[in-house]
């Protein structure tokens, strides 16, 4: 099902561009202004997004990766060279000299008052005699090595592991596509057709309206009150309307003293669903050409339909001579 916070949020992405990745304080990745729009029954932004762009509604684009602390989830993650003997990152490069006798050491150890001596030979030296090498020295377990290992440590919380260890977030901006403009086009008709039509029945009608039972409030796509009459209509769009989101919608709308109407935007609906609304407490709607019809089409389940309207969708937004999106 599209719910009401979730038409909000891709009808937003008409004007605005994108919807830009934040890092939260806790590591994790959020997304502000979408959070913003979206209702709490909603769940997670981020899952939003990337649910829309699985099924092509929004395109994802690839911003950055970002890696957290894998203890405490802090950003900001430092470099350093460690001791692969002791993990010391008190190793620090060292100029060596290495004298023709074999002798090799620390520059600091060939020191003399007048230019350099050997301290094992004791020679002193000429230049020609000796070659000048970099290497690791560790000042904690005094380890010499040429590769030190390599870690990050954390601000925060002062641990230290390898890069690898690091929790990585992949950060994606999203954008509506025009097969999701004309996805949410059919949305906004269908939910328009039914205000219109409850209007036309004496309903005073509310788009993306919130009703409030006992126990929580949530967003209904089209709200239709008649006072006079007493009557109450609350109505839910769907893709292909699925059992589990038609049952909780049903159970709602009782719970708030209104009649359930669901509409199915592919013109499809899954046989359970079918089968529920023979009883009289739910209202069944298919939006076609612009119009609310009582009939429509029953599919064995709910995914095999909504990969029909795709492909019927890209289908016809395909130009001959130029390749599909
Ligand atoms: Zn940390
Ligand atoms: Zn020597
Ligand atoms: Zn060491």
Redesign the pocket.
Request: charged content about 25%.
């Given at each position: 099902m599209v719910s009401p916070g979730e038409l909000r949020l891709v009808e937003t992405l008409i004007e605005k561009e994108t919807f830009e990745p934040e890092i939260a304080e806790n590591g994790s990745v959020s997304y502000s202004e979408a959070a913003q729009l979206l209702d709490d029954a909603d769940g997670a932004p981020a899952a939003v997004l990337e649910r829309f762009a699985a099924r092509g509604v929004l395109a994802s684009e690839f911003v950055a990766k970002v890696y957290v602390c894998p203890e405490c989830t802090a950003e900001g993650l430092q470099y350093t060279t460690v001791?692969p003997?002791?993990?010391?990152a008190h190793?620090l490069e060292t100029l060596f000299l290495e004298h023709v006798c074999g002798y090799a050491g620390p520059e600091t150890e060939f020191e003399a008052e007048n230019g350099y001596r050997c301290p094992d030979c004791e020679m002193d030296l000429e230049s020609v005699d000796i070659e000048k090498q970099e290497h690791y020295v560790?000042n904690?377990?005094?380890?010499t090595f040429d590769i030190p290992d390599e870690r990050l440590w954390c601000r925060e919380c002062l641990s230290t592991f390898p890069p690898l260890d690091a929790i990585e977030h992949v950060l994606y901006q999203y954008s509506l596509t025009p097969d999701g403009k004309r996805w949410l086009d059919r949305q906004k008709d269908a939910r328009r057709t039914a205000a219109e039509t409850l209007q036309e029945r004496r309903f005073e009608t509310e788009i993306d309206a919130t009703v409030s039972d006992d126990a929580a409030s949530r967003s209904v796509h089209v709200l239709a009150e008649d006072d006079l009459m007493g009557e109450r209509r609350v109505v839910s769009i769907h893709e292909t309307p699925d059992t589990e989101s038609v049952d909780a919608f049903c159970a709602f709308a009782t719970s708030v003293g209104a009649h359930p109407v669901v509409i199915t935007t592919s013109g499809a609906v899954s046989k359970d669903v079918a089968a529920r609304s023979e009883d009289a407490d739910l209202t069944l709607l298919a939006f076609e050409d612009g119009t609310l019809e009582p009939e429509y089409e029953i599919v064995e389940s709910v995914e095999a339909a909504q990969q029909g309207l795709f492909q019927r969708l890209t289908a016809a937004l395909e130009v001959p001579g130029r390749k599909g999106q």
């Open positions: 001791c003997a002791c993990e010391s190793a560790c904690d377990c005094s380890e």
